[in-house]
C-alpha cells in the first residue's frame, strides 16, 4: 500500500485551548547523524565551517564539530507541531539560550511543558528545555496560538 504524501495525508486535530493544563508535558528524542548535520546545513544555507568542518572546528574552543543550534531548536518545533498542542497550533514565539553543544552521536532529549494557558486569548506558554543526558543544552520558553474548540 502506498504512504499518501504529507499533502494529502488527513490530519487529526490536535489540543483545543479548552484542553490544556498547565503541567501537561510532551517530550521527542532523536539522536543526531552526520545526514541530520549535512541536510540541515542545506536546507538552511548554514555552512558554518563550525557545523561541516571537523580540521576547522578542532581549532575553536569546542575541539570538534558542534551541530547547528537551530536544529536542535526543531526538535522542540516538532513537539509542538505533532504533539503539544499538536496540528492546528502556530508556533509564534521562541526565547532560547543555548548553554552547551549538541555534537554528532548525541542522543538530544526535548520536552515542552506547559506554563501558561490564556483561554481568552488562545495563547499558551510553555517551558522548552533540551538534554543531553543530564546536561541541559538549551531551555527557554515557547508561544503558542491554539484553536477554540468549534
Known amino acids: 500500500m502506498d504512504t499518501p504524501s504529507l499533502m494529502t495525508k488527513k490530519v487529526e486535530h490536535g489540543f483545543y485551548i479548552e484542553d490544556l493544563e498547565v503541567g501537561m508535558m510532551r517530550e521527542v528524542s532523536h539522536t ?21 568542518d571537523e580540521e ?5 574552543p569546542f ?15 516538532a513537539i509542538l507541531g505533532n504533539d503539544l498542542p499538536g496540528p492546528g497550533a502556530v508556533f509564534t514565539t521562541l526565547e532560547l539560550k543555548f548553554r552547551a ?3 554528532i552521536g548525541d542522543t538530544v532529549l ?7 494557558v490564556n483561554v481568552r486569548r ?4 510553555l517551558d ?15 508561544g503558542v496560538m491554539v484553536d477554540a474548540r468549534p
Request: glycine fraction near 8%; proline fraction near 3%.
Open 128 to 142: 522548552v528545555r533540551c538534554m543531553v543526558g543530564e546536561t541541559v543544552i538549551a531551555k527557554g520558553k515557547a
Open 63 to 77: 575541539g570538534g564539530r558542534i551541530a547547528h543550534g537551530a536544529l536542535t531548536a526543531s526538535y522542540i518545533s
Open 56 to 60: 576547522y572546528a578542532k581549532t575553536t
Open 101 to 103: 553543544p549538541v555534537r
Open 32 to 52: 543526531v547523524s552526520e545526514q541530520d548535520v549535512a541536510d540541515f546545513a542545506r536546507i538552511s544555507g548554514d555552512y558554518n565551517p563550525l557545523h561541516m
Open 122 to 125: 488562545r495563547r499558551v506558554t
Open 110 to 116: 526535548a520536552r515542552a511543558t506547559v506554563d501558561d
